[in-house]
C-alpha cells in the first residue's frame, strides 16, 4: 500500500503519495483533487516511451479524460521559454480551459517547465506532479517552484505554483539509468545532513538505495519530502536570508559553481556537483572549527561509497581555484555581494554564514 505524506504548502496543501504501481491507479488517486474529469499530460520523449502507456490506462480507468499528451525533447534545453510557448500552445488548441489540469510526468525538466506553463496558462490552472526521476521524486516535484532558464541563468524566469498532489511512483525509477539514480541520491543525502536522524538512516540504508531496493527508495523518498516540505513550509517564498529555504542550499555553492565552469553540458550531472558541494561545504565546516574533521570524512567516506563523487578530484574535469571563486562571487542567492555558505556542525545542525573569509575557501580548493 502506496504511503501518504500530507504537506502544508499552498493554499490547502496536499499529499505526497510514494510507492509502487501508482501509474496504474493515478486516475482514483488524483480524481478527488481535480476540479474537471480532464487532464493535458506533459512528459518528455524518453520517458513517454516507458511510463505514459501506464499512466494514460490509469487515469482512463477513472474516466478522466486525456485532452493530448504532450512530449519535448529529453533535457535540460527543454527548459527555455520557446518550448514553453509551444507547450502553452499546444494546450490551448486541445482544449484546456480553467478547469483542466496539467499533469507532468517526467523528471524536473518536465516539472519545472509543465509547473511553470500551468502557473500561467490563462493566469493559472490546476497541476499535479508524477516525478520518475530520484532528484524529481526527493527534491524538484515538492515545494512549488517551476521555472525556465534565461541566457543570464538557470531557473531565472519562473512562478511559485503548488501542485494539488504528488504520486511518486518508485517502479518508474527502476528504468532510470543508474549513474541518475546515485545523483538523485545525493539530494537525499544533502535532505540526511539537514535532518539529523535521515543521516543515520543514510550511512546504514543508503547503499541498498542507490542499488535499487524499493523498499530504501520508498524510505528516501517518504523522508526527504517530508523534510523539504517542513523546510519549505516555513519560508515558502523564500523570504529569509538566513534561514529556511536558504539551507536547502548545502553543497549548491560550491555545487552551482562546478556545474557552470562545465557549461550545463551535460558531462556533470546536477547531483553529482551536489556530492562533491556536500564534501566541500562539511571540509569547510571543519576548517572553520564548527565540527570535527569526523564529519567530512564521513560524508565523503558515505558518498564514495554510494558511487558519487565527494572530492574535486574524483571528477574527470579539470578546475581552477580563481575561475571557481569567479561563480561562487556571481551565485544569484548571494545578498550584497557577499558571498554565503550553508555549513554543519553535525547531522541535523546546519546554518547559512555570509562571514566565511575568501582565504579559508581558496585554501579549501587548492587542496
Ligand atoms: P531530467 O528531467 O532532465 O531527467 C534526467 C534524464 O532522465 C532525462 O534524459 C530523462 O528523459 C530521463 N528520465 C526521466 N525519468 C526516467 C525514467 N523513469 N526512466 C528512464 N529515463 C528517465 O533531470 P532531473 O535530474 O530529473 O531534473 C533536473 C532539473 O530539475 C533541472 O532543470 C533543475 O533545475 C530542476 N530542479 C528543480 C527544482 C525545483 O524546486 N523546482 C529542484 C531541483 C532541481
Ligand atoms: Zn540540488
Redesign the pocket.
Known amino acids: 500500500t502506496p504511503r501518504r505524506l500530507p504537506v502544508s504548502l499552498g493554499e490547502h496543501g496536499y499529499d505526497v503519495v510514494v510507492g509502487r504501481g501508482l501509474l496504474g491507479r493515478a486516475g482514483g488517486l488524483i480524481a478527488p483533487v481535480l476540479p474537471a474529469r480532464r487532464v493535458v499530460v506533459v512528459s518528455?520523449?524518453?520517458?513517454a516511451a516507458?511510463?505514459l502507456p501506464a499512466l494514460r490506462a490509469g487515469l482512463e480507468a477513472a474516466e478522466i479524460k486525456v485532452l493530448a499528451e504532450i512530449a519535448v525533447p529529453?533535457?535540460?534545453s527543454?527548459?527555455d521559454f520557446a518550448r514553453l510557448q509551444d507547450v502553452l500552445e499546444r494546450m490551448l488548441a486541445a482544449g484546456l480551459d480553467r478547469r483542466t489540469t496539467v499533469v507532468a510526468l517526467?523528471?524536473?525538466?518536465?516539472?519545472?517547465l509543465a509547473?511553470f506553463a500551468a502557473a500561467v496558462a490563462m493566469r493559472g490552472v490546476p497541476f499535479v506532479q508524477v516525478?520518475?526521476?530520484?532528484?524529481?521524486q526527493v527534491?524538484?516535484?515538492?515545494?512549488?517552484?517551476?521555472?525556465v532558464?534565461l541566457k543570464a541563468g538557470?531557473?531565472l524566469a519562473?512562478a511559485f505554483h503548488q501542485p494539488r498532489i504528488v504520486l511518486a511512483d518508485t517502479d518508474?525509477?527502476?528504468?532510470?539509468?543508474p549513474r541518475?539514480l546515485r545523483?538523485?541520491y545525493a539530494?537525499v543525502a544533502k535532505h540526511g545532513l539537514l535532518q539529523g536522524a535521515l543521516w543515520d538512516w543514510c550511512e546504514a540504508h543508503g547503499g541498498a538505495a542507490v542499488a535499487g531496493d524499493g523498499d530504501a527508495l520508498t524510505h528516501a523518498v517518504l523522508e526527504s519530502c517530508r523534510l523539504k516540505a517542513a523546510v519549505v513550509a516555513a519560508d515558502e517564498r523564500e523570504e529569509s536570508a538566513e534561514g529556511g529555504r536558504a539551507l536547502l542550499n548545502l553543497g549548491h555553492t560550491f555545487g552551482h559553481a562546478l556545474e557552470a565552469e562545465c557549461g550545463f553540458d551535460g558531462t556533470l550531472?546536477?547531483?553529482e556537483a551536489v556530492a562533491v558541494g556536500l564534501g566541500l561545504a562539511a571540509s569547510l565546516s571543519a576548517r572553520l572549527g564548527h565540527c570535527s574533521q569526523e564529519w567530512p570524512s564521513r560524508v565523503i567516506a558515505h558518498l564514495a561509497a554510494c558511487g558519487l563523487p565527494a572530492r574535486i578530484g574524483d571528477l574527470p574535469h579539470r578546475f581552477t581555484v580563481d575561475a571557481l571563486m569567479g561563480r561562487m562571487a556571481k551565485d544569484k542567492k548571494n545578498r550584497d555581494g557577499q558571498m554565503r555558505f550553508v555549513l554543519l556542525r553535525g547531522p541535523g545542525d546546519v546554518f547559512t554564514s555570509s562571514e566565511v573569509p575568501r582565504e579559508a575557501v581558496t585554501a579549501l580548493l587548492r587542496d
Not at 44 to 47: E, G, Q, S
Not at 106 to 112: A, P, S
Not at 131 to 136: G, S
Open positions: 518528455d520523449a524518453a520517458v516507458l511510463h529529453p533535457g535540460e527543454s527548459k517526467g523528471g524536473g525538466v518536465v516539472g519545472d509547473g516525478p520518475t526521476t530520484l532528484l524529481a527534491d524538484s516535484s515538492v515545494g512549488g517552484k517551476t521555472g532558464n538557470k531557473n519562473g518508474t525509477l527502476a528504468t532510470l539509468p541518475e545523483a538523485g539530494e550531472l546536477h547531483g
